[in-house]
């Protein structure tokens, strides 16, 4: 079974801070992985993928990758409280076809 | 404007009645997917399809069903056999790759 698991939170950081999401995988065949950000009562909304080991940068956001650890990261900085929301990971295999969703994690960001 | 339309946003079930949600998307993308997200939870996957007149089951295909008569639809129909289909449904399409899915903006079914 593929597995992909967060910290359920929820996280708390005050408003200016920096707030880091964790997510580990089962699948060693997992190639690419994605963020979600998916605000109460909506559908998720994509933040960033990554699908190389190292770091990727998009503004306030990095997303971090290590495939020998099978751990992947969301770390947002100056966190706002518009921020807040449930963060999915999800990863999609090498061929291409399922993606296989985290639990997601609850940030609340305290102004 | 491309994307995925999902129809209606609101559904009320009596029960023992079948309903069918409505997926629609215009980004030409082969793969398609229904999730199932109840509250406080991640998304399921119910029935994934890959190419036009094939599908799979996923993780909770029991009580549901589907069809893909058209690359641009995927509707889903929720059988009485589904005992507690309370839940928000969201439908997702997707290229091959590394490429993310794109979300529909989401059933809420309620059974009264």
């Known amino acids: 079974q593929k597995e992909v698991e967060q910290n359920s939170g929820p996280l708390s950081v005050p408003e200016g801070a920096i707030a880091s999401l964790n997510c580990t995988y089962s699948d060693r065949g997992s190639q690419s992985f994605f963020w979600y950000r998916q605000y109460s009562g909506k559908s998720p909304e994509l933040i960033m993928f990554i699908y190389s080991n190292g770091d990727k940068e998009d503004g306030r956001f990095t997303a971090q990758l290590n495939k020998a650890s099978q751990y992947v990261s969301l770390l947002i900085r100056d966190s706002q409280p518009s921020d807040s929301a449930t963060y999915l990971c999800?990863?999609?295999?090498?061929?291409?076809?399922?993606?296989?969703f985290g639990p997601g994690t609850r940030l609340s960001v305290l102004p | 404007d491309g994307g995925i339309t999902q129809s209606p946003k609101y559904l009320f079930r009596k029960e023992g009645q079948n309903v069918t949600l409505s997926c629609e998307q215009n980004?030409?993308?082969?793969?398609m997917y229904w999730y199932r997200q109840d509250p406080g939870q991640g998304l399921r996957l119910i029935y994934y399809s890959q190419i036009v007149n094939d599908f799979q089951k996923g993780d909770i295909a029991e009580g549901y069903s589907v069809s893909r008569e058209k690359k641009e639809s995927f509707p889903l129909t929720v059988t009485s056999a589904q005992k507690n289909p309370t839940a928000f449904y969201l439908c997702?399409?997707?290229?091959?790759?590394?490429?993310?899915?794109?979300f529909g903006q989401g059933t809420r079914l309620t059974v009264v």
């Open positions: 980004l030409n993308h082969d793969a």
């Open positions: 999800a990863g999609r295999d090498n061929y291409g076809q399922n993606f296989v």
């Open positions: 997702a399409s997707s290229t091959g790759g590394n490429t993310e899915a794109f």
